[in-house]
């Protein structure tokens, strides 16, 4: 079984940066795709960014260019850098452990984040 817990969610300013962390437990959390997904009321989950076990990386095309996700596999920690943040970014942010296409096997328990002057 492995747990999964988010920090470093909040308030923050349009064109502000927030880094959100993931700490897994379990043994092999080195072999499994991690990512972040989020999700504001009334829509679907959605897929933020996504990092193999070999550091392929991908992106909605909504993030390209302003969030990079990272991994430590020695921590056992996912981040995802989020920078020049918007008002359409505010959402709960999910971690998300071993992705296999569309499923997820893990879920943190989610981060508020909220952009806004």
């Known amino acids: 079984q492995v747990q999964l817990v988010e920090s470093g969610g909040g308030l923050v300013q349009p064109g502000g940066s927030l880094r959100l962390s993931c700490a897994a437990s379990?043994?092999?959390?080195?072999?499994?795709?991690m990512g972040w997904y989020r999700q504001v009321p009334g829509k679907q989950r959605e897929l933020v960014a996504l990092?193999?076990?070999?550091?392929?990386?991908n992106y909605a095309d909504s993030v390209k260019g302003r969030f990079t996700i990272s991994r430590d596999n020695a921590k056992k920690t996912v981040y995802l850098q989020m920078n020049n943040l918007k008002p359409e970014d505010t959402a709960v942010y999910f971690c998300a452990g071993d992705i296999r296409g569309s499923w997820v096997e893990y879920w943190g328990q989610g981060t508020q984040v909220t952009v806004s002057s």
């Open positions: 990092i193999t076990s070999g550091g392929s990386r």
């Open positions: 379990g043994s092999i959390f080195s072999m499994y795709t």
